[in-house]
């Protein structure tokens, strides 16, 4: 292997890569990148038990390559960003000057590191499965923010730290819950398909930070019921899919909501973060009363003290109590979006359903806390 | 105690007392802010056991002070902060309701706050001892900055962990090492006086946070051998001494140098900070190799691998062949500020000394490591 390439082009890839690698993996050449020069270009390729990604750099004149002689080099992940990201020139010259010993020449800095054997690497197949659908990468990175923060971070139901994708009837719908609270993003697709599958939130966090950085637009999804790809133009990333049933949560979400309260999104955000340091047990639980008269939200703890604040908003039904976590419900509003948002209640103990009132694809539910005030 | 402020003249005032606070003090009345209003305005006191801030506001337009009654509280730090910073209007009102609940009142958000006993606040005795020195709080931040970064960390010498303080003839010398290395920085004083004092690095770092968001140009030093105080117009921070005999450091720096070299700072960070990731047992040795010739800087680890890059600069006298601590010279370089410094030896394995071109106040001394390459 001998090639120079844009230090851009490699350090962007290596990061986007890095993404999936455990730089701790009790697997040492997990903890590596794997670099592959061919005739057509560079191929990097990271990964760890649950997430691969493989990202190619083309042999072309904006990438500045040329590749004198192809090989493989697989290298610590962490040790190879850091030596592009610093290296002192634009291009970068790479070559295995002995067994896996690999030089790294900038303008005057020159590197020489210890690799690891590149055939040691596990053998990865991204070949594509099946039928793919397609979106838009800004819509896929915002099904991500918008449901995969709601995912169980605790593994006592583990299909629950997932993020369910399900396409039934045109229609997937992209749905995570702990129990506590749920984020639900829908999306329509002409596609006389059906599927129900359930991605590692951790995974999808990982797949909208590799995407963030990436010129991409459009991103292809395959699956085949044991694994998920995203494929764009240059990259492949897949994921292990999680074991076990996804609860149907459809039954969950109240469907008639006799009292509604429609709030300015970031003055009811700011209400309840001004609140916050009142906690009880470390759990801030606001109180929130609504009659036609009046919107009240308090919180209160024996030990430091309450807070009382007057909310400006449009109220209508019966007069309502309701107790919930501030942190799921400040979560809930922030990737909801929009301007103004419709909280609807049916009943003190139901479940409530937060709604933008300008995107109806997007909802997020919370459960209220019992309080003994 | 009823009164009413600007937010972000008591926001700002909290904020600088907040750095001499503890937040989880075993003390609890060390956890909090004591506020007392008087006619002329408010002042705030925050301590731990090294350090104490006493902060005034003073009653007038700019502030929108208005005191109703006068009187006092205390209040954890962090609720305080937390409520000031994020209450919903300019102008906040404050209220003692009963005993020690407090009631802070914004436009529409009003929190009532469990308060401690003011009186239960230990008495702190701000009156300034002996004659002052002044000097620019640009020129104090220069010297913390320049200095107490090298400071030791363990406590195994406690007076180390300070910055010497030192008025002589006419100059104000402040010095700092872990006995690895040096930082110095001197100031001429037309001031018939001599003191020895050497003051905590930790409160050092406290005061230059507590003063860069104030508006003081000018600050006065007072010390007794017992404590010291820097006062400016609104603002008193105390801290107590380091006990001890600080050791006798300028016979440690050379006066001649027979080999020097000139370079630019920031190639020889880069330089450095390319190469910090090649470590042996966790830290990382550059050896510097300089001649008429030329100037190599080269780091390596058996299990890592090596760099290597020529040096842009100017050497003279006899060959050198040095090895350091990146990080020491990585800080001693950033800190010492300029274009261009001298690096000054004086032997293959005596301190070398690090000095900026255009500013000889300030001096840089780094002990070279043995390293059996």
Same mark, same amino acid.
């Given at each position: 292997?001998?090639?120079?390439?844009?230090?851009?082009?490699?350090?962007?890839?290596?990061?986007?890569?890095?993404?999936?690698?455990? /730089?701790?993996? /009790?697997? /040492?050449?997990?903890? #590596?990148? &794997?670099?592959?020069?061919?005739?057509?270009?560079?191929?990097?390729?990271?990964? *760890?038990?649950?997430?691969?990604?493989? &990202?190619?750099?083309?042999?072309?004149?904006?990438?500045?390559?040329?590749?004198?002689?192809?090989?493989?080099?697989?290298?610590?992940?962490?040790?190879?960003? %850091?030596?592009?990201?610093?290296?002192?020139?634009?291009?970068?010259?790479?070559?295995?000057? *002995?067994?896996?010993?690999?030089?790294?020449?900038?303008?005057?800095?020159? @590197?020489?590191?210890?690799?690891?054997?590149?055939?040691? +690497?596990?053998?990865?197949?991204?070949?594509?499965?099946?039928?793919?659908?397609?979106? *838009?990468?800004?819509?896929?990175?915002?099904?991500?923010? #918008?449901?995969?923060?709601?995912?169980?971070?605790?593994?006592?139901?583990?299909?629950?730290? #997932?993020?369910?994708?399900?396409?039934?009837?045109?229609?997937?719908?992209?749905?995570?819950?702990?129990?506590?609270?749920?984020?639900?993003?829908?999306?329509? @697709?002409?596609?006389?398909?059906?599927?129900?599958?359930?991605?590692?939130?951790?995974?999808?966090? %990982?797949?909208?930070?590799?995407?963030?950085?990436?010129?991409? %637009?459009?991103?292809?999804?395959?699956?085949?019921? &044991? &694994?998920?790809?995203?494929?764009?133009?240059?990259?492949?990333? !897949?994921?292990?899919?999680?074991?076990?049933?996804?609860?149907?949560? *459809?039954?969950?979400?109240?469907?008639?909501?006799? +009292?509604?309260?429609?709030?300015?999104?970031?003055?009811?955000?700011?209400?309840?973060?001004?609140?916050?340091?009142?906690?009880?047990?470390?759990?801030?639980?606001?109180?929130? !009363?609504?009659?036609?008269? %009046?919107?009240?939200?308090?919180?209160?703890?024996?030990?430091?003290?309450?807070?009382?604040?007057?909310? +400006?908003?449009?109220?209508? #039904?019966?007069?309502?109590?309701?107790? @919930?976590?501030?942190?799921?419900?400040?979560?809930?509003?922030?990737?909801?979006?929009?301007?103004?948002?419709?909280?609807?209640?049916?009943?003190?103990?139901?479940?409530?359903?937060?709604?933008?009132?300008?995107?109806?694809?997007?909802?997020?539910?919370?459960?209220?806390?019992?309080?003994?005030?």
């Amino acid at each position: 292997m001998n090639l120079s390439i844009s230090k851009n082009a490699l350090y962007n890839a290596l990061n986007t890569v890095s993404h999936a690698v455990s /730089p701790n993996s /009790p697997q /040492p050449v997990l903890r #590596g990148i &794997k670099i592959t020069a061919d005739e057509t270009g560079l191929t990097l390729i990271g990964s *760890d038990a649950d997430i691969s990604i493989m &990202k190619k750099i083309k042999a072309d004149e904006e990438n500045k390559m040329n590749i004198v002689d192809t090989g493989s080099l697989l290298i610590e992940s962490r040790y190879l960003t %850091e030596i592009v990201r610093k290296l002192d020139s634009e291009i970068i010259q790479i070559e295995i000057v *002995d067994g896996a010993l690999t030089k790294f020449s900038g303008s005057s800095a020159v @590197f020489k590191i210890n690799g690891m054997k590149p055939e040691d +690497y596990p053998n990865i197949d991204f070949r594509t499965i099946g039928n793919p659908i397609s979106m *838009d990468k800004n819509a896929l990175v915002s099904i991500i923010e #918008g449901t995969a923060f709601a995912a169980a971070t605790k593994d006592t139901r583990p299909v629950l730290t #997932g993020v369910n994708f399900k396409l039934e009837n045109n229609i997937l719908s992209c749905t995570a819950t702990d129990s506590f609270r749920l984020a639900k993003k829908t999306m329509k @697709f002409d596609l006389d398909d059906s599927f129900n599958i359930t991605i590692p939130a951790k995974t999808m966090f %990982e797949i909208k930070n590799s995407m963030l950085n990436d010129t991409v %637009e459009k991103i292809e999804i395959y699956q085949n019921g &044991k &694994k998920v790809q995203f494929v764009s133009d240059d990259m492949i990333i !897949q994921s292990r899919l999680l074991d076990g049933e996804y609860p149907e949560t *459809d039954r969950l979400i109240p469907k008639e909501f006799p +009292y509604v309260l429609t709030i300015d999104r970031e003055e009811l955000i700011r209400a309840i973060d001004r609140t916050i340091f009142i906690k009880n047990e470390n759990m801030a639980i606001n109180r929130l !009363q609504c009659s036609a008269d %009046e919107i009240v939200i308090t919180n209160r703890s024996q030990e430091i003290g309450e807070s009382h604040e007057n909310l +400006y908003g449009e109220y209508t #039904g019966e007069p309502i109590d309701i107790s @919930f976590s501030a942190n799921y419900v400040i979560s809930a509003a922030k990737y909801i979006g929009g301007r103004t948002i419709k909280i609807c209640f049916s009943g003190q103990m139901k479940p409530f359903v937060i709604l933008n009132t300008e995107d109806d694809s997007i909802l997020q539910l919370v459960l209220p806390v019992r309080t003994y005030n």
